[in-house]
T-cell receptor
């Protein structure tokens, strides 16, 4: 049981480049989400999904796209990278609902945009 | 905007002492959760307390919830150097469709 996995661990991009951050979970969780963590800002929700084929925006969605074609995978796409997107990105998953919705986090992707 | 606000922002204690961290929030919630983050790692869930619970224990952790004051506290007893980490409270607001809202975190340093 690998839990939540993220790739890559580190990435450097130039302004304007695009890339996809991968996230996968093997716990059959309905809910998956992407956060970014910046110094002094805590975690901010980018996009989330409550099941395959369903996605919605979080607090800071601009510049990012997501899709959820399977229960296991939830990739995050940066369309045209900007220096403001330099951050640490975390993917998380949980059961959907209000009873057992503690989130399991991946190890993070540290992204630098030059 | 962040619903959970932790205080203090930073806490430094001696090994063996107790650490108390507080979290306040603004709207009604289904539950409140505490997470720990070691440097350079992802967050790890510690404990969840539901809105109809007032206190919960897990090992050396004790969490209280006061919904009338919209506040929670996390107590770590007999702290160890290994407890050095950042701690976050996260609220599950009513009607938020499983979206947790995280605070900015508390940095705890436990001196050996």
């Amino acid at each position: 049981n690998a839990g939540v996995t993220q790739t890559p661990k580190f990435q450097v991009l130039k302004t304007g480049q695009s890339m996809t951050l991968q996230c996968a979970q093997d716990m059959n969780h309905e809910y998956m989400s992407w956060y970014r963590q910046d110094p002094g800002m805590g975690l901010r929700l980018i996009h989330y999904s409550v099941g395959a084929g369903i996605t919605d925006q979080g607090e800071v969605p601009n510049g990012y796209n997501v899709s959820r074609s399977t229960t296991e995978d939830f990739p995050l796409r940066l369309l045209s990278a900007a220096p403001s997107q330099t951050s640490v990105y975390f993917c998380a998953s949980s059961y959907h609902g209000t009873v057992y919705n503690e989130q399991f986090f991946g190890p993070g992707t540290r992204l630098t945009v030059l | 905007s962040q619903q959970g606000e932790e205080d203090p922002q930073a806490l430094s204690i001696q090994e063996g002492e107790n650490a108390t961290m507080n979290c306040s929030y603004k709207t009604s919630i289904n539950n409140l959760q505490w997470y720990r983050q070691n440097s350079g790692r992802g967050l790890v869930h510690l404990i969840l307390i539901r809105s109809n619970e007032r206190e919960k224990h897990s090992g050396r952790l004790r969490v209280t919830l006061d919904t009338s004051k919209k506040s929670s506290s996390l107590l770590i007893t007999a702290s160890r150097a290994a407890d050095t980490a950042s701690y976050f409270c996260a609220t599950d607001p009513t009607g938020a469709n499983s979206k947790l809202t995280f605070g900015k975190g508390i940095t705890l340093s436990v001196r050996p």
